[in-house]
């Protein structure tokens, strides 16, 4: 796992160290964004067929626009009920609208929290977990390490990291195991993301964003978000569990789920 992380992350961080130097503000977040994406898939495909010895099903591209474009119904979807629901409740106003232009940098850092933080975290942490772990040790484990991450976010508190851990945590490590696959966690990611910093003016894991529409949250935080956005919120956590667990029962109907190490060796035994 550490191996290959680091050599997921060192090419990222290297692409990004001369973006900064070379590219002036605001274009190098985009230029970041649209560059760095490649050349983590690049460094990951890298990883498993050097170490691993193996082909990469989770990213090949055989079926990935259908899978991608699943998710970002679904992500898109979820986002929109949860902000249906607190503008029902009087938690989310709108203000007013802003211009096209300010989707660009929405854009950009969606596309790069969805795919690069997708494939480190459930291409990397939560599949290596699974293969020994088993499925559910492994949601648990990464849904709480993918919280943890963004308790050093804006405005973050312990409240927050848990929202995260419950909703997205579980939510995409669920699309993997439905899938065996990047692309369906992918797409939701990137759609969540973009449809609460991008449509909706909602801040983002507690970084402050400007969509289309310009809104403000009230209320506890409990209850709206508070600062950090709607994704602290109860609604979020509630909406996003609905969806998990409709995708867990689906995959374990369809025998994804994988058992921990030690009892598969106690099944094969018992069959032997």
């Known amino acids: 796992m550490v191996l290959a992380l680091l ?27 649209f560059v760095a994406v490649p050349v983590a898939f690049l460094a990951y495909w890298g990883y498993v067929r050097l170490i691993e010895r193996r082909n990469a099903p989770e990213i090949a591209f055989i079926g990935a626009p259908k899978e991608l474009g699943l998710g970002v119904g679904l992500g898109t979807g979820l986002f929109t ?19 096209w232009n300010v989707l660009i940098a929405s854009l950009s850092l969606s596309v790069m929290s ?3 933080e997708e494939l480190l975290v ?9 293969e020994s772990l088993g499925t559910w040790i492994a949601l648990s484990l990464s849904a709480v390490l993918f919280g943890l991450l ?20 579980l939510l995409l490590g669920a699309c ?14 990137f759609a969540w993301n ?7 003016g909602v801040a983002v894991s507690g970084n402050t964003s400007k969509g289309l529409l310009q809104s403000y949250l009230v209320g506890p935080e409990i209850l709206s978000g508070g600062a950090f956005g709607a994704e602290a919120s109860i609604f979020a956590v509630v909406v996003c569990v609905t969806g998990f667990s409709f995708i867990i029962v689906k995959a374990h109907r369809q025998g994804r789920l994988l058992m921990p190490f030690w009892m598969r060796k106690e099944k094969q035994a018992a069959t032997a």
């Open 81 to 99: 009920i949860t902000v249906g629901l607190l503008w029902a409740f009087g938690f989310y106003h709108v203000t007013g609208t802003n211009g």
């Open 122 to 130: 459930r291409g990397i942490i939560f599949r290596i977990m699974e």
């Open 114 to 116: 969805g795919f690069i």
């Open 7 to 33: 050599f997921t992350v060192v090419p990222v961080s290297i692409v990004q160290i001369l973006v900064k130097s070379l590219v002036a503000p605001p274009y190098d977040m985009v230029f970041f964004a």
């Open 150 to 169: 963004h308790i050093g976010n804006p405005n973050a508190s312990l409240t927050s990291a848990m929202a995260i851990a419950l909703e997205a945590g």
């Open 194 to 200: 973009f449809a609460q910093g991008g449509i909706f």
């Open 176 to 189: 993997y195991v439905l899938t065996r696959r990047l692309w369906l966690a992918i797409g939701v990611h």
